[in-house]
Structure formats: C-alpha cells, structure tokens
C-alpha cells in the first residue's frame, strides 16, 4: 500500500508513477479523490480538536461557576460543552467513514514504479538484459512428447478435474518430484531457510500481499471460513511466507530474512482465453519452490540481483539456456517497483518462455503487513522491504528439460545435475 502521506506531500510522485504504468483515468482519477479526503480528514481533525478545546477548557469551569452561584453562566458553559462534544461526536463519525473509503481507495492503487524500472507499456516493451546457454532449433512440443511417452495424460486429468490439470506418471512424474527436491536443496546451499507452510490463508494474508482486493477472481475461494474470514487457495508461496512475520517488529541483527518453500500453487485464471490451452505451462494447480526476502531498505537493490542471480543459477545448473528481461514500468506488476523476468527456451514453441518473475516491492507489502524493523540504537520503526521469486516454477522446468533434452527415438535425457535425485536414471523412455 502506499504511504497515505504522500497525498499530502506529493500527489504528483503518484501521478507520475502512474502515467508511466499507463494507467487507466479512473485509476487517475482516484489520486485526486484521495487528495480530497486527505484535505477533508485533516480539516475535520483541526475542528474537532478545537471541540474537544472547547469541552476541556469549560468542563472545570462549570463546578467553580456553580459554587459562586453563576447558575445563568453554568448553564450556558453547559451548554456549549454538550454543543461540542456533541458535534466531536459526528466529526469523529464522518472522520471514521473517510478513513474506510481512503483505505479502500488505497488498497486498489497500484506500487510506486522505481527509478531503474524502464518505461513500456506492455511485456513487449520488456528489455532483454542477458542471455545463457545456446537454443537449440525447433523440436517436439512437450505435451505430444509427454503422450507419446505414455506419461503425460491430460484424458484422465480431465475426467478428474476439467481442463487445465494433468496426470504425470513414470519417469515424468519422477523428475517432478527430483525437482522439487533439487530446487530446495540448492535453495538451501544458497543461505535460504525451507519452511513448510499452510496451503489456505486468510483473507487479510492476501490482502498483505497485495493479491486482494484486486486479484480476488484469480483465486480460488474456500467454502468455509478460515478463522472468521474468508478462505483461499494459495495461489504462490509468497502469500504464507511473506505473511510469516505480519505485524512484528524485527530486531536489525535478524536481517535479511531469507526463506525457501515449496507448495501447491493454485489459480483460478489460467491466462488469456485460446492460450497455452494444451500441455503444462498454464494450469490451475501446480508446483513452485518459491524464495522470499525481507530486507533492510538500503538493501533491497542489491537483494534482487542475488535473488534472481539465485534463480538463474538453477537454469544454469541444469543446462538450459535462458535470457533475463527486465519488467518496464507496464509490466512490473500490481505490487512490483521493480522486477526481472526469467525467460527459458523451449524448441517446441520456438520462443522464449517466462519460467521466473523475480520482484522487488520496496515497502509496499511490508507497509499493509506493518511488517517492520528497529534499528540499533534507534527507538523508532523502519518499514523492512519484501522481494520473492520462483526458483523454479517446477511443471515449466520440466516442460523445458522435456524439449531441450529431447532426442530424436522420443526420450529425454535427465539433466545430469538431476541424476542424483532420479536414482541414477539418466534417460527416460517409455515404458520406465
């Protein structure tokens, strides 16, 4: 959420956050109705700080002009003390009214665009900032590769489920369930902490992570409450991670937080109608080893290009060639300031392929969460600044092993970094 105060202090820094985003005139629109209630609030304060003045001073007053027998001024001093405590009472009422629309209003505004984010309006307009490894030319497509294999089933997963799920057997399912492990492991060696989480949150949970209000269509939503709200579906490990330390204050010698996780992930809109409707890559339910870090502000620069040099160093290890981009400021993302997309090759589509989004949201997750830290020597609080991404997306490395390892009689040969944790299987085939 952004900071209420710059409405006071600077709407045009918002204004231009925004213009740069694209944004909508509604969405624009909504600086200068906040701008306003700002104004409102600050003025329905000052007068209800004079009532309340005004009640303070005359309440003594009333007892000394009793005893002196000035009923007439008494009665008068009353009654100005029950004309203003009366109106603090629908200044208070009207202030309480302004504060929940300001709120809402807030909560559907989007995160300041930072500086080094490049402008663009679209992920068209993302430039490519590196690239590793050599793409091999066109080749299979995984799903008919998957089938032929007899281990991608999408026929069953269907009759199960409906569209957008799978059935992954044999050597397929194994190399999900290595990656998993490989992606941990190698999260771990890298200084993250695993933790295990809940798969349902809250509704406040999501709203810290900015995915409600906003989002809501995209989750899957329980039919039973959670804890007296409503309950969801993660659809990312950042909802529970993140959500971890809401509302406490960190000691500066616990910073960075550094957390790994891996979880179902779960969604409800699977992208653009007609698209990625075959195979893997857009499905309602699937596999992430997500990483997390809560740092200190003057960090959170140089905590993103570890967080996505970490990333990269699992495509890396397993051979498959890449290329990062940068988000420009029409892509960042909702809650992002900042971020990289993680784009890996696959021959059967011929194209470059999203796999990791890498993102900085400076303090904007951090302020909803009132997620802060203290600093030596210091009595006042410092919002701490949030960063996550996928080390990997584990349903689209394997789409990605399956057709840059594919081989020309239909089997994929298993990464060798992955070999340790498929029992030594350095080949599938049908049949295994």
């Not at 203003?84 to 300001?102: H, P, Y």
């Not at 330390?245 to 790994?260: F, G, N, R, S, T």
Request: with cysteine; aromatic share 6%; hydrophobic share 40%.
């Amino acid at each position: 959420m952004l900071d209420p105060n710059l409405f006071a202090t600077n709407p045009d820094a918002v204004r231009a956050s925004l213009a740069r985003r694209h944004a909508s005139d509604e969405t624009l629109a909504t600086v200068d109705r906040i701008v306003g209630l700002v104004e409102r609030r600050r003025a329905l304060q000052t007068e209800g700080d004079r009532c309340r003045a005004v009640r303070n001073e005359l309440s003594p007053k009333i007892g000394a002009a009793m005893k002196a027998g000035q009923k007439d001024d008494a009665d008068r001093m009353k009654a100005d003390v029950r004309a203003a405590t009366e109106r603090a009472g629908q200044l208070d009422a009207e202030l309480e009214a302004i504060a929940a629309e300001e709120q809402d209003l807030l909560l559907g505004l989007p995160n300041l665009v930072d500086p080094a984010t490049p402008d663009g309006a679209g992920d068209g307009d993302n430039p490519v900032i590196r690239r590793w490894g050599e793409p091999r030319g066109p080749g299979r497509a995984h799903d008919d590769l998957g089938v032929a294999l007899g281990m991608y089933d999408p026929e069953r997963a269907a009759k199960i489920a409906g569209a957008r799920f799978s059935v992954l057997s044999g050597g397929l399912a194994q190399m999900e369930r290595a990656l998993v492990q490989f992606f941990l492991d190698h999260a771990t060696d890298a200084g993250y902490r695993e933790v295990m989480v809940p798969y349902m949150v809250r509704r406040s949970a999501l709203v810290g992570t900015t995915q409600l209000p906003k989002f809501e269509a995209d989750l899957f939503k329980l039919t039973t409450q959670l804890a007296g709200e409503d309950g969801f579906l993660i659809p990312t490990a950042e909802v529970p991670v993140t959500n971890l330390h809401q509302d406490e204050i960190l000691d500066e010698a616990q910073l960075p937080v550094k957390y790994c996780a891996f979880t179902p992930c779960f969604r409800s809109e699977a992208g653009a109608a007609g698209r990625d409707t075959r195979g893997l890559i857009r499905q309602h339910q699937f596999h992430k080893v997500e990483v997390v870090q809560i740092v200190k502000p003057e960090n959170s620069a140089e905590a993103l290009e570890r967080l996505t040099a970490h990333a990269e160093s699992c495509l890396q290890a397993l051979g498959l060639p890449y290329q990062v981009v940068a988000r420009c400021a029409g892509d960042v993302g909702f809650g992002g300031a900042r971020g990289y997309d993680l784009e890996v090759w696959l021959p059967g589509q011929a194209a470059y392929r999203e796999i990791s989004s890498c993102t900085s949201f400076g303090d904007f997750q951090a302020r909803r969460l009132k997620l802060r830290f203290k600093r030596e020597g210091e009595k006042k609080t410092t919002l701490l600044h949030t960063l996550n991404g996928s080390a990997l997306a584990v349903g689209r490395t394997l789409v990605a092993i399956i057709e840059n390892y594919q081989q020309e009689d239909g089997s994929v040969v298993v990464p060798p970094a992955l070999r340790p944790y498929m029992r030594g299987l350095d080949r599938i085939e049908a049949g295994r």
